[in-house]
Every structure is written in C-alpha cells, then in structure tokens.
C-alpha cells in the first residue's frame, strides 16, 4: 500500500533562517506530487505541484522553492523565512486513478 | 478570487441530526469536486468525491448533491456523531488538469 511521509512534525524557525522540509511517498512510482499550505483561517492554497524529476509548478508567487531531487521525493526549501510563512504545510499525492489527493500529516511551521 | 467559498466557517449539530455542509464556486470548467475530512495537527482524509456527470453520489452516512445551474455542491451526513467533529474541506477543479481548488472549511461540532 501507499503511505506518505512527511518531517518534521513542528518546526519553530527564526525570521531569515533557512527552511527545508521533505515529503516522501512509498508504494508508487511516478506519483505527482503537491505542497499546500493551510494559513490560519484560511484554506488549503496550492503553492507547488510537480508531475516528475526536477519538475516544478509554481502557483503563488512567494519566498518558498519546490524540488524534486527523486521520484518519490518532494522538497519545500527557503532561503530565508519570514514571519507570514507560519502555517501547516502538507504534502500531497495524486491517487493511481487520479481521483483524489492522499495528504501526509502536516508540518507546523511557525515563524518567530 | 476566491473560485470556491465555503460561507460557514462553523456548524455546531445535535448527536442524531443531518449535519448540511454547503459550498460554491464560480468556475463553471471545474467538473470534480471532493469533500475531505481534517482534525487538528493532521493532514485531510478524503471523504466522498462526485464528477460533473450526477448530482448525488452517497457513501455510508455521508451524501455529496451537486447542483450544477447553482454551482453548489452540500455534503450531507446522516445520522451525525461525535467523531464527526472536524473542519471540512470542499475542493473542486478540472479532472483533466488535476489541479483542484480548496474552500476555507466548515468546522463542524457534533455535541453529545
């Protein structure tokens, strides 16, 4: 069966630090792949989607950055953070028939 | 613009009752919608999905309408339970380009 993982948990980050957070998935191969980000009160806002290796679909403009260094492998990175990306970032895969997104457990990133 | 609203942001329903969660949207392309299910500190579980094609589709206690002349779709829940108790998503997007639209959530409180 599939399964998708996401790390870490929580994350409490500084403003201007870096951010790396990885979400892999097993059991599939050639999966596409998502982030999005649940800002409070707010709902589930795309910022990235990748159909394969080193593919990378931008939705929002943002201080944020997607790769896909593997098959199975989706990264969200930044250089430097700033306090509005606080948030709880998921990681999503796409079902074998396309139907629906399966989502990983989230990350809580604050920002301080 | 907000392609997909979700106008409850909360619901509160008696153990027993039909839980009515309601959603629009404005993009008349948009031909898959799908209802997902969040508790705190985790990812969205899928919940019930319907195409474009019919205007109920009905999975154990939960029922998705879609009424496409009103872009409406409701997720009805019958009879509702204390473990139903969470913050609901609509989504709806173009099957084809797989790229699916999140409203804000309803969070939907079962009391006992």
């Known amino acids: 069966s599939q399964t998708i993982h996401q790390w870490p948990a929580t994350l409490v980050q500084p403003v201007g630090s870096p951010l790396s957070l990885e979400c892999t998935v097993e059991?599939?191969?050639?999966?596409?792949l998502y982030w999005y980000r649940q800002a409070a009160g707010r709902g589930l806002q795309l910022l990235f989607y990748?159909?394969?290796?080193?593919?990378i679909s931008s939705e929002v403009p943002q201080n944020l950055s997607a790769s896909r260094p593997q098959d199975r492998q989706f990264i969200l990175s930044s250089k430097k953070l700033l306090l509005s990306d606080s948030g709880f970032y998921l990681c999503a895969w796409i079902d074998r028939d396309r139907s629906h997104r399966h989502f990983g457990a989230g990350t809580r990133l604050s920002v301080l | 613009d907000q392609q997909v609203k979700q106008n409850s942001p909360s619901l509160s329903v008696q153990e027993g009752r039909i839980s009515i969660l309601n959603c629009d949207y404005t993009n008349s392309m948009f031909d898959y919608f799908l209802w997902y299910k969040k508790y705190p500190a985790e990812g969205p579980t899928f919940l019930i999905s319907?195409?474009?094609?019919?205007d109920k589709n009905e999975d154990g206690r939960f029922t998705v309408f879609l009424n496409k002349s009103a872009k409406h779709l409701s997720l009805h829940i019958v009879p509702s339970q204390p473990g139903d108790s969470a913050v609901y998503f609509c989504?709806?997007?173009?099957?084809?380009?797989?790229?699916?639209?999140f409203g804000t959530g309803t969070r939907l409180k079962v009391l006992a």
């Open positions: 319907i195409s474009s094609i019919k």
């Open positions: 989504a709806a997007g173009d099957s084809g380009t797989y790229k699916y639209i």
């Open positions: 990748s159909v394969g290796i080193g593919q």
């Open positions: 059991g599939t191969s050639n999966p596409n």
